[in-house]
């Protein structure tokens, strides 16, 4: 009985250290995973910006020529962002919803995804704690219960 005990408190702490292991795993893989996905944002950020800034000069100028003015393109599309900055601004609460929303639904479905990881790891866990315990079944099949002792 006492050779018994002895192998479930090895158990237990084999379980206890895959656990540790684990939350140190997924800090660092979340650290990571930020900083690449943080740095991968600022990049397309830029080169959307870039893009988006040479499109609108390209449509300033354009619109130069179709007016046939030096100056007028660019007002045009000056008035364009203004108009879409005043918008933006008027509409404060309804976009910052919109976006709390978003931010929301994108980390609830990865914390779902990551509940389930841990839920499988710890099924695993517990289905070779079994294994090594009592040749496969869980304890109460296997023996009487633990309080009859």
């Not at 702490?13 to 944002?41: D, M, N, P, W």
């Amino acid at each position: 009985m006492l050779e018994r005990l002895e192998e479930i408190r090895e158990n237990i702490f084999r379980y206890l250290e895959a656990r540790i292991e684990l939350f140190t795993l997924e800090t660092r893989s979340k650290v990571e995973e930020g900083v690449v996905v943080g740095i991968h944002g600022i990049v397309l950020a830029l080169l959307a910006t870039m893009t988006t800034i040479f499109l609108f000069s390209l449509l300033a100028a354009y619109l130069n020529e179709v007016t046939n003015s030096r100056y007028l393109g660019f007002l045009i599309v000056a008035g364009f962002f203004l108009l879409m900055t005043i918008i933006w601004l008027a509409a404060k609460d309804f976009f910052k919803s919109k976006i709390r929303v978003a931010a929301y639904s994108a980390i609830k479905k990865s914390q779902e995804k990551k509940k389930e990881e841990k839920s499988e790891a710890v099924e695993e866990l517990m289905a070779q704690t079994r294994t090594a315990i009592g040749g496969g079944g869980s304890l109460g099949e296997n023996q009487s219960s633990p309080r009859a002792y």
